[in-house]
Every structure is written in C-alpha cells, then in structure tokens.
C-alpha cells in the first residue's frame, strides 16, 4: 500500500510538472510533453531541444510571391501573320508550386552594385571583376551606329534603371548566388544575430569585457553556405543560444567552438543560426521554364473557383499589343519592334516610350504585379533547350537541367567543406542518387581525396565518380538533326524567353522559346531571379473557404483528481 500512495504521489507530481513546464515554457512537445526550449522558458537546461514558433513567411528583397497551380505550358501560342510557326507545338497540362519572382528584371545599377562590392572586397583580383563585367561589346553592328552604348550603357546615370544586357547565363547563375549571401548576411547583421554593421565597422560602443568575448573579423566575405556549416565564426550580440552543451562548455561546430556572448541569459553560450531557426533564406536562383511561363502568363486575375474565364496569349488580356483601358487606350502595353524598321514610331507620338531598352518599371503590371514580362529584354532561363523538353519532363514542377552536386568535404569527421579562394564551397559530382550509408561515406572521402591528388584523369580512382547529370534523360535531341545531319543544341544550351526590343510581337507570347549558349550574351537578353518558397501553397486565405481545424496546442498533462 505504501508502495502504490509512493508511485501515485510520484507520478502526479511529474504530471504536476510537466503541466507547470509546458505552461510556463510556453511550447512542448505533442509527443513525450517535454518542454521545447526558447529565450522566455525557466526550463532551459543543457541539451535543451529548440523549436522556431515564430516564424513568418515573407518573400526575399526586390521578389513577389507567385502562387502556383495548373498551367497549359505551350497553350497560349498563336500563329502570327508572316511568322513562321514553331513547327516543335507543345502543349501539355503541368503544375507550377508557388515561388518568388523578381517584380522587375536586373537593372544595370543593380549589376554595378555587384561589381562594387568585387572590387572593395577583392581590389587586387582584376580577373575576378573582369569576369564579372557584362560584354559592353554586344552593342557593336558593323553598319549601324551604336559605339555610343557600349561606353555608356552600362554605366552612365542616364541608363540606370534600365536592364542590364551582355550577361551570359554563368554571370546571372554567380550574380543569383552572390545576391543570397548579401540578402543573409544583411538580415542576420541586422538581427544582430552576426555582428551588426555599427560594430564591424568600429563605430559601436564596447567595453573591455566585450572587447575580449568579441568573435575576430572574419578573413573572407559571409557565404550562406559556408555559415550555415559552421565555418563563418561571427556571432552578434542576439545570436540564438546554444543549449547543446554540457557542464557549460558549448558545442565544437565544423568552424570551431561557439564563443559565450556577453550580456546573455546566465551569460550561455550563443551558436550560428541555422535553417531551422528559419531566417535564412533560400537562395536566389534563375527561374525555371515552367515558372516563367506561369508567371509572366498572369492568368488569376482572369480566375474565379477554378474557372479561367478568359486565356490569354500576351501578359495581358486581349488579342491586340495596345492597351483597351480608358485612360490609355490605344498605348503600346510592350518595347518590341512594331514592325521591320519601326522600333520607336513617328516623333510627337512615340508608340512605346522607347528606342531600345527602356526602364525595368515601364507599362502596366501583369496580374501577378510583373513588370515587362513581354518585349524590354527576353529573360534567360534555369532549363537546358530541348525541343522535346515539355513532352519528357515530369508533371509537377517541370525542369530539364539537372547537375546533381554535393559540396566537397574537406574533412569527412568534423563535416568542414572545402571553400575556395572567395570563401565559397567547392562543389563536385553527387556522390550517389541516394543517402549513402557511414561505411560508404567514409569510403568516398577517401576515393575522392585520391581523385583529387591522382594526376591521370582516365585512372581507375577516378572513374568511381556518380555521373548524376538527368539532362539527358529520356533525351531525342540526337533524332532532331537538320538536312546536314547537325544540331546546334546540346547541354550548355540555355532557353531564353519574352521577347526584347528588338523582336517583333509573336515572341512576345510566352510559350515563344529560344536557346542560346550559356557563356555568350546579346544585347537583347537579360535577367530577373526566383526564388523557391516553402510550406503551404496558398499564399493569403483571406476571403477563402477553409476547414476549422483546432491549432497544435502544447501539450498537457491532466492534474487528476
């Protein structure tokens, strides 16, 4: 009996416990009930499970989230009077998820910005900033007259917020990755979860205590990845506390030990944010083919329960290029060439605003809040150019391109990736198209630490490597040769889309594609970035018919009677 009152008394004051932990830490687990940790719980103790309940969705700098659904890719294409059809029709049903676009298309200050930041972090690396330049040289036409733009283009006021042209698709793939590392590092230095601004540059207030605690200057500029492995050893005064620590001592990272920050709860060591915390952001990357398709398309404003009550065959509605609206009826919606010749109109009464590019914000939004989603400057793409692509790829979120990479290892125990010289990380072929087990992990960082040392490419080490390239899967691009038995294509070539200044109305249709090689540039082709987004599709339910599911309350442990 003394027993049985011990186990009674012993299991309600755990109960009694748990319940007093889960409302005062505010958030527990719904499956052991113990107590997440977070910056107000009491219960904090080492090892200490943290949980983000405070995250908030929000598209990155510049972007406008898209939500995605059903899109006829190819449906829209028309025939054009005295244009050659696309004799490639393609027309099937696929599903496009939401994402981020960029509201305009990457303009020349936008550029300059990035060639600003080479030389004041690299003044010494002139290949690194001449790698970087966009070919001014596109301009050039032996028997026309335009020397003027390729001084002033690029970099005189008078074009800054026009798009930026002469960038290969490589140059827009290296902006879009160096656009996420300053996105991040600005939210964290902002946050103060790095060392905010002020103090980097010398200008906040310390002490000696502080001086002492401080993190030393990172030797290379942030990269998210890099960060995000641990190897950016820079954390701010609100950095999240690290309660994956014993007996005080923080937790060894792969670049190194997490410092205590000064100022903290009971002084606890702080850690690097990580993607669970959820503020750093997904990377910027070129959108996909179907993507842009789908966005520069704009068809929810013309969508009610699922019903598309009118298609549409230009970013907006009607079969002509000029604006219906009572206020601007009869204005060109686009830059294009109206016809051969006619880029501009007759003086007094310009047709569309513009000789050949014009600024990234000109003429009326598509319903997504796009500007120039047709005409400006066509767009480079994510997708490797088939011809067969929208026959061959998958359903859901199609794409032709796939390079499966992994980051090299540096060190396969602590898990540090080897960086290059500008503090980016080495990536090299995807080991396996699955996980691999510790035994085959292990197995590989050392095939590939021979690889790299092995001075025959052709030996036998060498050729354990996981060619993971899918481009080329179920490819009949070697079938669509022309009377010569030549193609033109193969897997450096880029689709470009959108139509440019120079183009006449039917590339203006967004089911219009073309290709181009990823390491050359045009003067009619440009850019604008994407953006993945995560969680649920719908983007605002305001106004929607939605179930009344109850919230995931913390969990609770019943007092009994």
């Known amino acids: 009996m003394k027993k049985l009152l011990l186990y009674s008394f012993t299991c309600l004051s755990l109960a009694a416990l748990l319940t007093s932990c889960s409302s005062k830490g505010g958030n ?18 080492s090892g200490a499970f943290a949980v983000a309940t405070q995250y908030k969705r929000a598209p990155g700098p510049g972007l406008i989230p898209i939500e995605g659904g059903v899109l006829v890719v190819g449906g829209s294409a028309i025939e054009v009077p005295g244009v050659e059809p696309n004799i490639y029709n393609y027309k099937r049903q696929v599903t496009v998820p939401s994402f981020y676009m960029d509201e305009t298309e990457v303009s020349n200050t936008d550029w300059l910005e990035y060639l600003h930041w080479i030389r004041y972090n690299y003044p010494e690396d002139r290949e690194f900033y001449y790698n970087e330049l966009p070919d001014t040289l596109v301009w050039r036409r032996a028997l026309s007259y335009n020397e003027p733009y390729v001084d002033n283009y690029l970099r005189h006021p008078a074009y800054r917020d026009y798009p930026v042209v002469g960038v290969s698709w490589e140059q827009a793939s290296r902006y879009c990755e160096w656009r996420t590392s300053r996105a991040n590092e600005f939210i964290l230095r902002e946050k103060g979860i790095l060392t905010d601004y002020k103090t980097l540059a010398g200008n906040g207030k310390s002490n000696a205590a502080t001086t002492a605690a401080a993190t030393p200057k990172p030797d290379k500029p942030f990269n998210t990845d890099a960060y995000l492995n641990g190897q950016y050893d820079d954390k701010g005064k609100n950095a999240p506390i690290d309660y994956n620590t014993k007996s005080g001592a923080a937790t060894s990272t792969a670049g190194g030990t997490a410092a205590p920050a000064s100022g903290g709860k009971n002084n606890q060591p702080r850690r690097t944010a990580t993607l669970e915390d959820g503020v750093i952001m997904q990377p910027y990357r070129l959108p996909t083919e179907a993507e842009w398709e789908y966005a520069a398309l704009g068809l929810i404003g013309n969508t009610e329960y699922e019903n598309i009550n009118q298609n549409k065959i230009y970013p907006w509605n009607g079969l002509g290029v000029s604006s219906a609206k009572k206020k601007t009826r009869g204005m060109i919606q686009a830059n294009f060439k ?69 980051k090299k290892l540096e060190d396969s125990q602590s898990g540090k990736i080897a960086l290059d010289k500008y503090g980016n990380p080495i990536k090299e072929n995807a080991y396996a198209g699955r996980k691999q087990t510790w035994a085959e992990k292990q197995a590989q960082a050392k095939r590939s630490d021979s690889i790299s040392k092995s001075t025959d490419p052709q030996s036998p080490v060498a050729s354990t490597s996981y060619q993971a390239d899918q481009r080329g899967y179920r490819d009949r691009q070697n079938t669509l040769l022309n009377e010569e ?38 003067a009619e082709v440009g850019f604008r970035c994407a953006m993945t987004m995560l969680g649920a599709p719908e983007i605002s339910t305001a106004g929607k018919r939605n179930f009344k599911n109850p919230p995931q309350k913390p969990y609770r442990v019943s007092r009994g009677k």
Do not use: C, H
């Open 338 to 406: 109206r016809a051969p010749g006619d880029y501009m109109g007759v003086g007094g009464s310009l047709n569309d605003k513009g000789d050949l590019t014009v600024p990234v914000i000109q003429y009326a939004p598509n319903d997504f809040g796009l500007y120039n989603m047709a005409g400006n400057v066509n767009e480079w793409v994510n997708d490797v150019y088939r011809t067969g692509t929208f026959t061959d790829a998958d359903a859901f979120n199609p794409y032709r391109g796939n390079y499966f990479t992994n």
């Open 485 to 522: 038995g030549v193609t033109l294509v193969n897997d450096k070539s880029r689709v470009y889309k959108g139509g440019s200044w120079n183009d006449m109305a039917y590339w203006l249709n967004p089911a219009t594609r073309r290709f181009m090689q990823q390491d050359e540039s045009s």
């Open 28 to 45: 527990s687990s719904s499956k052991t009930g113990i107590p997440y940790a977070d910056r107000k719980s009491k219960n904090n103790q």
